[in-house]
């Protein structure tokens, strides 16, 4: 506990502390190893459920299931993580941020206790083992976004100090029994004084989402999640990757791919083909919209996540703001052997719990 201590501390120097909940009280306890590893069967390769660049996910069962992230080994920057997500999650409190449930630090290991979330994550719904079942329909499409943008919009204009999450993808935001979007995973996660606009830093995050002034001059800011949850937003509706690999290795860019077609007015070659057209025509026009201005080149031309909720919910009509499609979207080249990128095929938080029910002849 005193190494983690010492991490923390150095931390909470370099950045500004997050304010306590009214009540000041923090519905999460510090676990004890044994707990844990009883809960995890001693961390059995069966209840391995998702496996990352830091840690290794494994479901767990207390009073109810829990999900357990162990971090792989300690390092400087696997123990900043760690102090990052259990500083944030542990004091900020919104229905569509995944709760944190409580950790245990102690020696060498470092244990992050979530609730688990029985629909695994979107991206497991998209491109995973459960995208063929199609349990998406367009609306419930639409009350993921308007959850998860919720979720951003209060890191951004309620948290105090704001926060910038710098990780925004599919398999970062999880579903829960309802299928009510969560938003997790704040191990790159800034905190943002009062009054900054932005700050320069090592860029972080998933490659395909990383706003163009991040990627190539580390400038973060609120609009950099705001281009990141455009991407987002335009792989809940299509069900196309970030990156698309061509033949002989060039990278396309799921704007660049949806860019023709948004030009032509032929929005129903955007749509996921498993909707079978089953969603509302002028709605998918306004959510092409709201992708376009999130993730337009210059980030002062980006809309906050205030105001994307509000168009969302379907306050965009009524405001009557114009949209201007970009015909020239910025594409840049990342290098993806830099460290700080990650893959979302070896994403921990890719939560496929099929393997842990079928081995116990339960259907998922």
């Known amino acids: 506990m005193k190494s983690f201590l010492k991490c923390f501390f150095c931390f909470s120097e370099k950045q500004p502390k997050i304010s306590s909940s009214k009540n000041g009280a923090y519905p999460w306890k510090t676990y004890t190893l044994k707990e844990l590893v009883h809960a995890t069967n001693n961390f059995h390769n069966d209840n391995k459920i998702g496996e990352g660049g830091f840690g290794t996910v494994y479901w767990g069962q207390t009073s109810k299931g829990i999900a357990v992230k162990r971090l792989k080994a300690m390092s400087s920057k696997a123990e900043m993580e760690f102090a990052v997500e259990v500083e944030i999650l542990g004091r900020v409190r919104h229905k569509n941020l995944l709760d944190l449930r409580g950790y245990y630090a102690d ?57 910038i999450h710098r990780d925004i993808k599919a398999s970062n935001v999880l579903l829960d029994t309802e299928f009510q979007a969560k938003v997790a995973d704040f191990g790159f996660a800034r905190l943002i004084p009062e009054g900054v606009t932005h700050v320069t830093t090592k860029v972080k995050g998933t490659l395909g989402y990383l706003a163009p002034e991040y990627a190539m001059y580390g400038k973060v800011s609120e609009s950099c999640d705001v281009y990141s949850f455009g991407i987002l937003l335009l792989e809940i509706i299509s069900a196309r990757k970030p990156l ?75 405001r009557k703001k114009e949209v201007t499609i970009v015909k020239n979207h910025v594409v840049d080249e990342y290098d993806e052997d830099e460290e700080d990128f990650e893959d979302d095929e070896t994403d921990y938080e890719v939560f496929e719990m099929e393997k842990y029910m079928t081995s116990r002849g339960k259907k998922v």
């Open 107 to 163: 020696g060498d290991e470092r244990l992050i206790v979530y609730d688990y979330m029985p629909n695994h994550s979107l991206i497991t719904h998209l491109h995973g083992k459960l995208a063929a079942e199609c349990l998406l329909d367009w609306p419930r499409r639409m009350e993921i976004a308007i959850g998860a943008a919720e979720g951003l919009a209060y890191l951004h204009h309620e948290a105090n100090p704001h926060i």
């Open 244 to 318: 698309e690999k061509l033949a002989g290795g060039i990278k396309r860019e799921i704007v660049e791919w949806a860019k023709p077609y948004v030009q032509k007015g032929a929005f129903d070659r955007i749509a996921d083909p498993r909707l079978k057209g089953a969603f509302d025509r002028d709605e998918f026009k306004k959510v092409i919209m709201i992708v376009m201005k999130c993730t337009d080149p210059n980030p002062g031309n980006r809309p906050s996540m205030l105001e994307v909720v509000g168009w969302l919910k379907g306050g965009m009509e009524s």
